[in-house]
Nanobody, 130 residues
């Protein structure tokens, strides 16, 4: 059984910052977390879920959507089975539910499609007021 649990969402004014965390648990998955590509996606009301950023198993390679480059930073701590998303200079258009996802994959290419990810968290709400 695999669980991904996001935390850290909330309400923030434009220009503010939030740090999201995603903890992976489950007797089997905790062993494979360090071998998985981890991604963050978001979904605004009435819109499709979109890729925000991803990080390879080693943490050496990352990928960001153009809309968040220079503002968001993804990182991971394999010893803690946790992936983080530091969000700075937040904008109202960053509002949405943020999901973390896992793709058990030792590859170097970070997929941006939701179809590539096998495990998903329940999401955490981020609301940025103007």
């Amino acid at each position: 059984q695999v669980q991904l649990v996001e935390s850290g969402g909330g309400l923030v004014q434009a220009g503010g910052s939030l740090r999201l965390s995603c903890l992976a648990s489950g007797r089997t998955f905790s062993l494979t977390f360090s071998r998985s590509i981890m991604g963050w996606f978001r979904q605004a009301p009435g819109k499709e879920r979109e890729f925000v950023t991803g990080i390879t198993w080693s943490g050496l390679s990352t990928n960001y959507a153009d809309s968040v480059k220079g503002r968001f930073t993804i990182s991971r701590d394999n010893a803690k089975n946790t992936v983080y998303l530091q969000m700075n200079s937040l904008k109202p258009e960053d509002t949405g539910v943020y999901f973390c996802a896992a793709d058990p994959n030792l590859g170097a290419l970070i997929p941006t499609s939701t179809l590539a990810y096998d495990y998903w968290g329940q999401g955490t709400q981020v609301t940025v007021s103007s």
